[in-house]
């Protein structure tokens, strides 16, 4: 069965920091094109960074704030956030990219004072 389980969110002020973690079961994640996602309440889901094994991509919003990054060997993946804006506010998911798996739960992150 495959799945994904986000994790890592919570509070925190402007200018802080959090890492996400993906644990995934059921897939190996080292053979696909992997990214993070984010839903704000009432906007769409939007991808915020991928990774492949020749690089990453970022969306212009979290450029040089949010890194990205896999450890095969646990099947993982992480994400970085720095400087972390209320704008950043929302629930972020794991997934493929394009999106092929059914998601996850997702982990809240609040930024706020």
């Not at 094994?53 to 212009?60: H, P, R």
């Not at 979290?62 to 804006?85: C, E, H, P, W």
């Not at 950043?88 to 798996?101: E, I, M």
Request: charged content about 15%; hydrophobic content about 35%; glycine content about 12%.
């Amino acid at each position: 069965q495959v799945q994904l389980v986000e994790s890592g969110g919570g509070l925190v002020q402007p200018g802080g920091s959090l890492r996400l973690s993906c644990a995934a079961s059921g897939v190996d994640i080292s053979f696909y094109a992997m990214g993070w996602y984010r839903q704000a309440p009432g906007k769409q889901r939007e991808l915020v960074a991928h990774v492949t094994n020749v690089g990453t991509v970022y969306a212009d919003s979290v450029k040089g704030r949010f890194t990205i990054s896999r450890d095969n060997a646990k099947n993982t993946m992480y994400l970085q956030m720095n400087s972390l804006k209320p704008e950043d506010t929302a629930v972020y998911y794991c997934n493929g990219n394009p999106s092929f798996l059914d998601w996850g739960q997702g982990t809240q992150v609040t930024v706020s004072s």
